[in-house]
Structure formats: structure tokens, C-alpha cells
């Protein structure tokens, strides 16, 4: 199969995201010493954007190969980052979640060609990475942030519009597997930062959004140093966090012990004699 090289910066996006809520009858911000009583779960739109803390701050993507459209090229696992706007559904239930919620959205591509690879800007630049891609029409799919009972997590509902690219490249099964396996740790990994942010006792409000902003950001730039190392050095700087720091170490290890089995499946499953042409 074959599918469009995903642009950098995107262009705008849409997710229909689970979180909890504080109930409107809450006192508003600042919030009262009595922990609120959360609705579990309530249905907010995510509104995709702020490509600029994804420049900044969690982006990775390249611009080493430009010269056919003027744009960049995404990689696989760019992260759009934090400001994205959450409007809750029905509105009645706008609440100071509303100012916590985006201060730790994600919305994250999933879907790579191990066929293509190219090396990672950002704010921590790194080596040769598969690129992200989109269907044929200029969509894709992506993971955003989720959470119930205060229980954070990823999922694939949030969807992508891209720039139009005139680049193709090869998708095959091993992709998707890959794929796949990054999305599942990446939500095992937020479920158990979001332990970690219960076990120090985060409020649900504004401040333990705060808080779990700052959880979120530490595993984010602690994934991207990590990845400038060794494989051996990789290893032992995230067994060695899982030994010392509970839970958050136990999630840094999480997330890089799925990112390395998603690359062993994806470049494991590349033709042995690629044709000629690729996805350049």
C-alpha cells in the first residue's frame, strides 16, 4: 500500500475526547480546600491546533527533504502538544477544566513508514526516524488525550487535516503493527503517569491540572533526551528511573520499551531489495 507523507506544520484537527469534569456546582477557580467530587466522564471536543508547542516544545518532525513542496516532513509520533482548547458538551458543564484540560492535551500521529526516514528536528533533534502519513485524502487519523475517573490514556479519536503532498511512500503490515504497538504503550504510559500524579495527591482542580501538566512535560523531554543516547545507554537510564522514581520511572520505561519493539517490527518487516524511486 501506499500513503502521503504527513506536512509539517499540520494544518487543523478535531477529536471527540473523554475526560472528567468538575460538576458546575463546584466553587470556581481558585478552588476550595475540599478535593471536588469528579463526573467521571463527559464528552468534550478538542479542538487540534497550536502547531507552535509542537515546534517548541514536544514536535518532531524534519525539514531535510523540502525542496518539492516548501514544507516539512512530519515524523512519526509528533506530538502536537499542550494548548489545545476543550470545549465540553453540553456546555453546561464548562467548568475550570476548560483551563486545566489543555495544559497536558496530546494529539499524536500513530501511523509510520519504516521506508522512509529522515532525521528528527525539534526541540531535542535526534537520528534518522520513520515519517508520519496520511491517507490519500489528505487525512489521518490520530491518538489524543483521554481520561476517566481521572485515569488519563490516548486513543485514535481525534482526526488530522494535512497539507497537501504530492510525496508518497510505502505502508505495509509491519507499519501498522508498529504503529499499533507505539499507540498501546504510549497509553499504558499515560495511565501510569496519571498514577503517579494520584499517588502525590493531585487535586481535581485547576492545580492538579497544573500538576499534571508538569508530569506529562518531565516524561516528555526525559522520552527525547533518552533517544539522543546509545541503546545500551537508552537501557540504562530508563531501567535506572524505573529502579528509583515509583510509577513515573515504571511509565518512562513503559514507553521506550514500546517504542523499541514498534522499531524492530517496522524495520524488520521492510522488502530485503526496495524498489527503486521509494518515497524521496
Known amino acids: 500500500m501506499s500513503g502521503r ?11 471527540y475526547d473523554i475526560h472528567s469534569v468538575l460538576p458546575p456546582s463546584q466553587p470556581p477557580v481558585p478552588p476550595s480546600p475540599v478535593n471536588p467530587v469528579l463526573i467521571p466522564s463527559a464528552p468534550w471536543i478538542h479542538q487540534i491546533g497550536v502547531p507552535l508547542s509542537g515546534f517548541f516544545y514536544t514536535g518532531k518532525f ?46 499524536k500521529f500513530f501511523l509510520p513508514a519504516f521506508s522512509t526516514k529522515e532525521p528528527v528536528e525539534g526541540v531535542v533533534a535526534g537520528d534518522k526516524a520513520p515519517v508520519a502519513i496520511c491517507l490519500p ?41 508498529a504503529g499499533l504497538i507505539g499507540m498501546a504503550g504510549d497509553a499504558l504510559s499515560n495511565l501510569a503517569l496519571s ?23 518531565a516524561s516528555t ?25 515509583p510509577v513515573f520511572g515504571a511509565a518512562l520505561l513503559v514507553s521506550w520499551g514500546a517504542g523499541q519493539a514498534a522499531n524492530a517490527v517496522g524495520d524488520a518487516w521492510q522488502p530485503k531489495n526496495p524498489p527503486a524511486g521509494g518515497g524521496s
Open 221 to 245: 523531554l526525559f522520552g527525547m533526551w533518552s533517544g539522543t543516547l546509545s541503546p545500551m545507554g537508552q537501557a540504562g537510564v530508563n531501567v535506572g528511573a524505573a529502579a528509583v522514581i
Open 137 to 177: 485524502i489528505f487525512m489521518m487519523q490520530v491518538q489524543t488525550c483521554q481520561d476517566i475517573a481521572g485515569w488519563g490514556f490516548v486513543a485514535p479519536m481525534g482526526i488530522s487535516f494535512e497539507a497537501v503532498s504530492a510525496r508518497w511512500v510505502g505502508f505495509t503490515l509491519g507499519d501498522l503493527l
Open 62 to 107: 524534519t525539514s531535510a527533504k523540502v525542496a518539492t513542496e516548501g514544507l516539512g516532513d512530519m515524523i512519526w509520533q509528533h506530538d502536537w502538544g499542550p494548548l489545545q482548547p476543550h470545549f465540553p458538551l453540553p456546555p453546561v458543564l464548562a467548568t475550570p477544566g476548560m483551563i486545566a484540560l489543555p495544559l497536558a492535551s496530546q494529539a
Open 5 to 15: 507523507i504527513g506536512k509539517f506544520p499540520p494544518i487543523q484537527g478535531i477529536a
Open 195 to 217: 498514577g503517579f500524579g494520584n499517588l502525590c495527591g493531585l487535586p481535581s482542580t485547576l492545580v492538579g491540572g497544573i500538576g499534571g501538566a508538569a508530569i506529562n512535560g
